[in-house]
């Protein structure tokens, strides 16, 4: 079983910056990507960024440019940086990790989620 530890997040003023982070932890043999989704009332989930095991980024067209996200010096760490946010980055943000366990079993784990209100 592979769990998500989620932070950060809360409300923010458009224009302000937020920061999240998740680590991954338990039957980890391979993680093949970590990163966060967003989904908003009303709307279906979506990506906002994550790293894939090789370093590569991967960014939701709304946040490039805005969010940046970074591998931590935690194992099995990522830190997304949001800036310039905007009200429509009103959702809640879910961490997802994909791979394998070590049992060889694939995994695909989401965390609780946190809100982020982008409010003046």
């Known amino acids: 079983q592979v769990e998500l530890a989620e932070s950060g997040g809360g409300l923010v003023q458009p224009g302000g910056s937020l920061s999240l982070s998740c680590t991954a932890s338990?039957?980890?043999?391979?993680?093949?990507?970590l990163g966060w989704y967003r989904q908003a009332p009303g709307k279906e989930r979506e990506l906002v960024a994550r790293?894939?095991?090789?370093?590569?980024?991967e960014y939701g067209d709304s946040v490039k440019g805005r969010f940046t996200i970074s591998r931590g010096d935690i194992q099995n760490t990522v830190y997304l940086q949001m800036n310039s946010l905007k009200p429509e980055d009103t959702a809640v943000y879910y961490c997802?990790?994909?791979?394998?366990?070590?049992?060889?079993?694939?995994?695909?784990?989401w965390g609780q989620g946190t809100q982020v209100t982008v409010s003046s």
């Open positions: 997802n990790a994909l791979g394998y366990d070590n049992n060889y079993r694939p995994y695909d784990s």
């Open positions: 790293i894939l095991n090789v370093g590569t980024t």
């Open positions: 338990g039957s980890i043999f391979m993680l093949n990507a």
